[in-house]
């Protein structure tokens, strides 16, 4: 079936260090979003890529998407205690004409002050 | 807060019984999606509807159905509750198809 494959599952840093989640899907996707649950929380939109390539830059965040359309990356550039929480990227798939995201599972951050 | 409402917060219930989990969208909202988020499971798609008519499904099961309403409220009702229901419900609401969601605080459902 449809999939969207995340790594890594966890991640655990130090603050000031930096981390990079991975999203990968077996097919080409319309878009990409990503959102940051918050431990106890819902999901909160973070993003949204369309175009082949892109990159978008959110204060210490950077998302990118893949040229195929296929992959996208979630930097945090010297993390801090507020970003603790699980980051997921939810694909739409490109035939898909009902906005049906896909989610990743999602890689859970964690932050040591 | 996102704009969208979840009731109720909480549920305990017992195996075979019927629940049903009210949402309402954000103002303007015309989509309306469910989610089940368990353990083991991640984020799962259920189902979508827009302006009143399913427009995509996930892996709902058949003991499980939603609608929305004129009023663009949705309901998810779910029957012959089993252990393994116990999950956290999201609605999410969005403007129209394909863009950002907003999520409810969640109902968190225990089947007993």
């Known amino acids: 079936g449809q999939q969207v494959m995340q790594i890594p599952q966890y991640q655990h840093v130090q603050e000031g260090e930096d981390f990079t989640t991975y999203c990968n899907s077996s097919t080409t996707l319309s878009n990409i979003q990503w959102y940051k649950q918050r431990p106890g929380g819902h999901p909160v939109f973070l993003i949204q890529?369309?175009?082949?390539?892109e990159v978008k830059k959110q204060k210490r965040l950077t998302f990118q998407f893949g040229e195929a359309k296929k992959n996208s990356s979630l930097h945090i550039t010297a993390t801090q205690t507020t970003d603790v929480g699980t980051y997921f990227c939810a694909g739409t798939l490109i035939y898909n004409q009902g906005g049906k995201l896909i989610f990743g599972q999602g890689t859970e951050l964690s932050v040591k002050p | 807060d996102s704009g969208v409402t979840q009731t109720p917060k909480h549920l305990i219930t017992a195996t075979g019984q019927r629940v049903t989990l009210r949402c309402s969208p954000r103002?303007?909202?015309?989509?309306v999606y469910w989610y089940q988020q368990s353990l083991d499971q991640g984020l799962q798609f259920l189902i979508q509807?827009?302006?009143?008519?399913?427009?995509a499904k996930g892996n709902i099961l058949e003991r499980f159905s939603a609608q929305q309403f004129p009023d663009l409220h949705s309901e998810l009702n779910l029957s012959s509750l089993e252990l393994g229901d116990s999950a956290l419900y999201f609605c999410a609401s969005s403007v129209g198809l394909l863009n950002e969601q907003f999520f409810g605080p969640g109902t968190r459902l225990t089947v007993l």
């Open positions: 509807y827009y302006n009143g008519e399913e427009r």
């Open positions: 103002s303007g909202d015309l989509s």
């Open positions: 890529l369309v175009k082949s390539g």
